[in-house]
C-alpha cells in the first residue's frame, strides 16, 4: 500500500506527541493523561509590547500558553470560552486545527 503524504505526517505526530521527546501529561478540561506540549510566553512574545509599556496604569500581568495537542484527542475550543489546564481556568485567545494538531493559545490575568 502506498503512503500517502498526510500518512507521514500523521505518524510524525506520534514523535512530536511523544512524552520522552517533546510533550508531557497535562490535565486539559479534565481529561487526564493527555500528552500535550505546552509552551509559556510573555506579553513581548504575543503582543510585541513590553509589560510595562502596556500594563503600567493597570498594574496587569497577562500570562500566555500555547497548548498543542492531537485532533484526535481533544476538540477546537471556541474563542472566548473558558478552559482549564492543570487546574488552572485561563481564557481562549485563539483556537486552530493545523493538519492533526489543536493550537490553542491561552491567557491568565495576573495582578
Known amino acids: 500500500m502506498n503512503k500517502t503524504f498526510k500518512d507521514f505526517i500523521l505518524e510524525d505526530l506520534d514523535v512530536f506527541f511523544n512524552d520522552d521527546e517533546m510533550a508531557d501529561e497535562h490535565e486539559l478540561q479534565g481529561e487526564t493523561l493527555l500528552i500535550v506540549v505546552v509552551d509559556s510566553q510573555s506579553n513581548n512574545d504575543i503582543t ?8 503600567a496604569s493597570q498594574e496587569v500581568y497577562k500570562q500566555y500558553k ?3 495537542v492531537k ?10 470560552s ?6 488552572e481556568e485561563y481564557y481562549v485567545e485563539d483556537a486552530k486545527d493545523e ?8 491567557s491568565l490575568n495576573e495582578s
Do not use: C
Open 48 to 55: 510585541g509590547f513590553p509589560n510595562t509599556q502596556m500594563y
Open 99 to 106: 493538519k492533526g494538531i489543536i493550537r490553542i493559545v491561552l
Open 66 to 68: 500555547t497548548v498543542y
Open 71 to 80: 485532533a484526535s484527542e481533544f476538540h477546537i475550543p471556541r474563542i472566548d
Open 82 to 87: 473558558i478552559i482549564t489546564l492543570d487546574g
